[in-house]
């Protein structure tokens, strides 16, 4: 209280020589732009914002990192920032972008922080007279009560585990999970605990470490469930009753809850970070972490100037009558919904974290092995070191790095290569990554459902129903056009060939069965070494590549010089003649003048009814994902499993999630650019275990390409995939 007498006195003596030095001055009829990220500020707020003689209007951003870019190039002035944000923010812009008003929540105008972390003792926790030094060496073996982990809540993994991690330096066990490690010294240190809620973001491997480290559920109501009975106010009730039960030696939690189920009772003390004890009844508890309020930040040319107008439309402390106007209302809204502004002295970001917190959180140890992000070019990158920063921020183990390369091929050769460990790619490369690079999935990313990828069967509409192609079996002897050789639509082509048995299953030479098949096709890329593991013999790519030859043409390549390249080209190809059918992704034709001069050939082997584009699900070739996150066949399981886990965990955080704090949303634009990443179309990771229509199909997809790599036609995919699992629970459990 005393300090915020203090702030508000100080700063309105201030204000007063500010405003005396405005007033000399012309008023300036300067307008100010406000961040308004689309998750926090609707369209309704900023036209009421901009009405009448507004000085403020917004500025759209996607997410708090756009608002610091946007800040730092001078096109937003200021913007609302919560410490998660700040945090994330000062890593980039240390020097450009300061703090001038704190935002305290109405209820709690006292508090100086949004809300700060404790640990509590008994009072009798140690018999021996110590030093504080040893004090916290005394909570070995005692048993932890912790307020658990959930999505519902702010606290994230850095601050949750904060406190585990500071008395008890993390060791990396070599061989095992990041997850599994930090499991391990939780239980060789504190011997037992309760600590609900998930420990890893994959349910079953959660329940694996469940069942593997029970003890560390010993101390809770429901041992089974590893719940506290009570897991109101997110747990923290629960651990504070698991401590005065005298279960556990020492709960990590809120001081606020402390003060609501404790009081000032004697029986217990604070466990200070360097070791000193204080009763709880103290004026000055110790905390471990304290979490700074929310603030207003403005770019450091207009803070000051910005700083007095916001004092009068804000109506803080203003020494002046204080009229109103709606767009001041308006402000007013956005910024002080349900809190206070209140003033801070001039200060850097790093000054007003580091009252709370560490901000160098680059520099703390983590386990596991480091995921190198395979990254093309700049604008990718840049995301993907924001990303790798809030990840860190976040408390998600291992850490991530992100590796330039210049190409999507480039970066298959970096994986394969271990130069780098993960990529996401459109679906159109999932056959190439696997059979010439030798990448798996890592991650299926979901796909909204009108995003999906759709391969047709397109033949030239003919007036007098003399169509050459009318069924599957037709195509025999004939031309076709494909957007890429080894892309999406060629390997739906192989399929349905082979269910029609119109080539053979018992061969992995695809490129052989289908020069044998047709008389020609247009097949880019087959005579690149990029598209082929062993170069294709020059009699079946020449075969292959004969309608791109058509006429004057010459190129078979990947790019603009090849006329029929891609879903565009594919169709040129149909519709000059060059070839008698086009496969091709539906989502990607659909500015094609006079669709009326097509026809889909269905999936069931006949002819849609009507000519154009329009069809239903069943008449696609294959309905499948949009792209997926890959990493090396060959990596050990456990890194696998470390990257699966990190990345489970930042979907958690920073992917779409109902009134979610997010820095920076992973599958959003950046810096105004889409499909960085993630492609745009991605609603979500998941794992290979989904059961999810779309990424069935597009593991069906593969499932003749897998048996030709395992040499075994009798298993099925899922057989190997279930056996893999099998092998590595089999290890996990009893490897150890
Ligand atoms: C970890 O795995 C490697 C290779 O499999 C092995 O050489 C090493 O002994 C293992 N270390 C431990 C501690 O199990
Ligand atoms: C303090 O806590 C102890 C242990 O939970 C309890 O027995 C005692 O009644 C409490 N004292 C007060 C004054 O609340
Ligand atoms: C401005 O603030 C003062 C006290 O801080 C309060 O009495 C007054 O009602 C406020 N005016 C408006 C319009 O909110
Ligand atoms: C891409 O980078 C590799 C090395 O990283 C280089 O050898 C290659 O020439 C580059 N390709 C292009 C097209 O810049
Ligand atoms: C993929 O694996 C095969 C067989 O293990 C190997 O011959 C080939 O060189 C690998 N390809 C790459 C790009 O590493
Ligand atoms: C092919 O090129 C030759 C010479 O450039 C030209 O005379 C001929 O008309 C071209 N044919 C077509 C179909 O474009
Ligand atoms: C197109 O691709 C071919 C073969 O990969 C290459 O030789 C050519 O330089 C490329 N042309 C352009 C303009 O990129
Ligand atoms: C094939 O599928 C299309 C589209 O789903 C449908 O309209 C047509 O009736 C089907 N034809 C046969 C012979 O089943
Ligand atoms: C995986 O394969 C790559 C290239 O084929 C090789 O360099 C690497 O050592 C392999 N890694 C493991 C863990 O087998
Ligand atoms: C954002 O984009 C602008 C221009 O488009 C560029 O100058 C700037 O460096 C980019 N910033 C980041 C952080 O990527
Ligand atoms: C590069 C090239 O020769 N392009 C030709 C391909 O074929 C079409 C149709 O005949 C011509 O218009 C292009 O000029």
């Known amino acids: 209280m005393k300090l915020l007498l203090d702030i508000v006195f100080r700063s309105t003596m201030r204000n007063i020589v500010w405003v005396i030095l405005l007033l000399g001055a012309a008023r300036a009829e300067q307008e100010y732009k406000l961040c308004a990220p689309l998750d926090t500020v609707s369209d309704d707020a900023c036209y009421a914002l901009q009405r009448g003689e507004s000085q403020v209007s917004c500025l759209r951003v996607a997410d708090n990192a756009e608002c610091a870019i946007r800040l730092v190039q001078g096109a937003a002035d200021f913007g609302v920032f919560n410490a998660e944000e700040l945090l994330l923010t000062y890593q980039f812009y240390p020097l450009d972008i300061m703090p001038i008003f704190q935002l305290r929540h109405r209820d709690k105008l006292q508090e100086d922080f949004e809300f700060q972390t404790v640990v509590v003792v008994p009072a009798d926790f140690t018999q021996k007279v110590v030093s504080p030094g040893e004090r916290l060496k005394q909570l070995k073996g005692g048993g932890l009560c912790h307020s658990g982990f ?128 204080l009763p709880l009844n103290t004026e000055n508890p110790c905390a471990w972490l304290k979490q700074p309020w929310s603030v207003i930040a403005a770019r450091k040319e207009v803070a000051k100037p910005l700083k007095i107008n916001l004092m009068n439309w804000l109506n803080i402390s203003f020494p002046f009558g204080h009229k109103e106007n709606d767009w001041q209302i308006a402000l007013n809204k956005i910024i002080q919904e349900d809190s206070r502004a209140v003033d801070l002295p001039e200060m850097s970001l790093a000054t007003y974290l580091s009252k709370g917190r560490e901000i160098d959180i680059s520099n703390i140890e983590t386990c596991g092995k480091t995921i190198r992000w395979c990254t093309i070019g700049d604008l990718e990158t840049n995301k993907c070191t ?102 999406i639509s060629w390997l739906s082509f192989t399929n349905i060939a082979r269910t029609n048995g119109i080539i053979s299953s018992k061969s992995c030479d695809y490129s052989l069965l289908v020069s044998k098949l047709l008389s020609g096709a247009c097949s880019p890329g087959i005579e690149d070494a990029d598209h082929t593991r062993t170069a294709v013999p020059t009699d079946v790519s020449s075969k292959l590549c ?20 891609s879903d565009k080209g594919a169709i040129r190809c149909l519709s000059e003649g060059a070839g008698d059918v086009a496969f091709v992704d539906a989502r990607n034709i659909k500015n094609i003048i006079n669709p009326s001069m097509y026809r889909i050939l269905c999936k069931n082997g006949s002819l849609a009814e009507f000519p154009g584009f329009k069809f239903d699900e069943f008449c696609a070739l294959s309905v499948t994902i949009d792209s997926e996150l890959v990493g090396r066949k060959n990596d050990t399981q456990t890194s696998r499993m470390d990257i699966v886990l990190a990345l489970l965990k930042i979907e958690d955080w920073l992917g779409y999630r109902v009134s979610a704090q997010r820095p920076i949303h992973i599958y959003g ?20 275990s989904s059961t999810k229509k779309s990424v069935l199909a597009y593991k069906e997809l593969f499932s003749h390409v897998d048996e030709c790599s395992t040499g075994s036609f009798a298993a099925t995919a899922n057989f190997v995939f279930i056996a893999l699992v099998a092998l590595y629970h089999f290890l996990f459990n009893y490897a150890h």
Request: proline share 3%.
């Open 150 to 277: 959930s999505k519902s809540q702010w606290w994230n993994d850095y601050i949750l585990k904060h406190f585990e991690k500071t008395v008890n330096r993390p060791y990396c066990h070599e061989n095992i999970t990041a997850i599994e490690s930090e499991i391990r010294n939780l239980k060789d240190f504190f011997g037992k605990a309760c600590r609900p809620g998930d420990w890893a973001a994959d349910s079953s491997f959660d329940q694996e470490l469940k069942n593997k480290y029970p003890e560390l559920c010993d101390l809770c109501d429901d041992r089974a469930t590893c719940t506290y009975n009570n897991m109101e106010k997110h747990g923290h009730l629960g651990a504070l009753k698991c401590l005065a039960r005298r279960d556990g030696k020492v709960a990590y939690v809120a001081l606020s809850y402390v003060y609501e189920y404790l009081k000032t009772n004697a029986s217990f003390q604070f466990l200070c970070p360097n070791g000193n004890i």
């Open 386 to 487: 924001w990303v790798a920063k809030a990840a860190r921020n976040l408390g998600v183990e291992p850490s991530i790095s992100c590796i330039k390369s210049n190409s999507t091929f480039e970066c298959f050769r970096d994986i394969a290569e271990d130069r780098a460990d993960i990529i996401t790619i459109d679906s159109n490369y999932g056959y190439l990554a696997r059979t010439v690079y030798n990448l798996s999935t890592v991650l299926y990313s979901e796909t909204e459902t009108n995003k999906n990828s759709m391969i047709i069967a397109v033949v030239r509409e003919s007036e007098d129903n003399n169509y050459p192609i009318k069924s599957f079996h037709d195509l025999k002897n004939r031309k076709a056009c494909f957007p890429e050789y080894g892309g």
């Open 546 to 565: 004969s309608a791109c030859r058509y006429q004057n043409n010459t190129s078979c390549a990947v790019n603009e010089t090849n006329r029929y390249y």
């Open 669 to 688: 634009p950046f810096n105004d650019t889409l499909d960085l990443l993630f492609k745009d179309s991605t609603s979500g990771l998941i794992t290979s």
